[in-house]
């Protein structure tokens, strides 16, 4: 398993922005050896996928967050980012880092590796 850690969440104005990132201790570089995402869980709701990113780098968003979310891997090993533009109220949530090996399998499912959260509130 991988050891998660994120950091990066606040308090933001609607329309503003935040970048979360992702501390990862594995064996092995995360960048080509897992799949890495973003999930969110709102008050109320069940936890959603927000955006994933395979070993190749190719990486794929939820509807809700298309075009206004940009996930990315650090040059330095083992590090996951979510940059996160234009922010809505519905953005308000935990945000949590999750990793699987090898491939994404084009499904938000078998995640086996997660962080404890960082905490998102898009509010005026």
């Known amino acids: 398993q991988v050891q998660l850690v994120e950091s990066g969440g606040g308090s933001v104005q609607p329309g503003g922005t935040l970048t979360l990132s992702c501390a990862a201790a594995?064996?092995?570089?995360?960048?080509?050896?897992?799949?890495m995402a973003w999930f969110r869980h709102a008050p109320g709701k069940e936890r959603e996928g927000v955006a994933r990113?395979?070993?190749?780098?190719?990486?794929t968003y939820a509807d809700s967050v298309e075009g206004r979310f940009a996930i990315s891997k650090g040059n330095a090993e083992n590090t996951l980012y979510l940059q996160m533009n234009n922010l809505k109220s519905e953005d308000t949530a935990v945000y949590y880092c999750?990793?699987?090996?090898?491939?994404?399998?084009?499904?938000?499912?078998?995640?086996?590796?997660w962080g404890r959260g960082t905490q998102v509130t898009v509010s005026s």
């Open positions: 594995a064996s092995g570089d995360i960048r080509s050896g897992y799949c």
């Open positions: 999750a990793a699987k090996p090898k491939l994404c399998a084009y499904t938000w499912g078998n995640f086996n590796s």
């Open positions: 990113m395979t070993g190749f780098g190719v990486a």
